[in-house]
């Protein structure tokens, strides 16, 4: 287990957040999990983005229901940026929240180089009553309520926003 998920299950307890983990061959992308999620009743199924903005001055967490399409202008101009934003190349994913693509999760923004990254939350997250993220690797989940995952993105994030 590395140590930024040590440090994940470490702030989840100091919460007192409940969670249940599941190990599970890697899931790289929302698709290659099949059916896995809804047979062990995980709850909502997520994807994580990592962008940044169009001068890469600025990164944004997006996390939104699995099953949307991310409109970025419309993003942009939420968060009041230019419409070009991109996604964040692989050095700045593993420089800012220590992962590697197909692992991107929201638990990372515990990551010390991640103190000013604002999480963008789908609002929709909120009609279920658990979702599930990688604990930084793609071969675990870790299921928790979403009052449980707001609170742990209130207490670790710089800003969240609810788009």
Excluded at 91 to 106: D, I
Excluded at 109 to 117: E, V, Y
Excluded at 129 to 144: D, L, Q, W
């Amino acid at each position: 287990m590395s140590e930024q998920e040590q440090k994940i299950y470490k702030a989840l307890d100091d919460l007192g957040v409940t969670y249940e983990k599941y190990e599970h061959p890697a899931f790289a992308t929302c698709d290659s999990s099949g059916t896995f999620y809804k047979d062990n009743d995980m709850g909502v199924d997520c994807k994580n983005i990592f962008l940044q903005n169009r001068r890469g001055k600025k990164h944004y967490l997006i996390v939104l229901l699995a099953d949307k399409k991310l409109d970025i202008p419309h993003l942009a101009e939420f968060l009041d940026e230019h419409k070009k934003m991109g996604f964040a190349s692989e050095g700045r994913l593993n420089k800012y929240l220590g992962l590697t693509p197909g692992s991107v999760t929201p638990l990372a923004i515990i990551n010390q180089n991640a103190l000013d990254i604002p999480v963008i939350l789908d609002k929709e997250i909120f009609d279920y009553e658990y979702v599930h993220f990688h604990p930084s690797r793609n071969t675990a989940s870790i299921k928790i309520t979403t009052d449980d995952f707001m609170k742990f993105c209130k207490m670790h994030a710089c800003d969240v926003k609810i788009y």
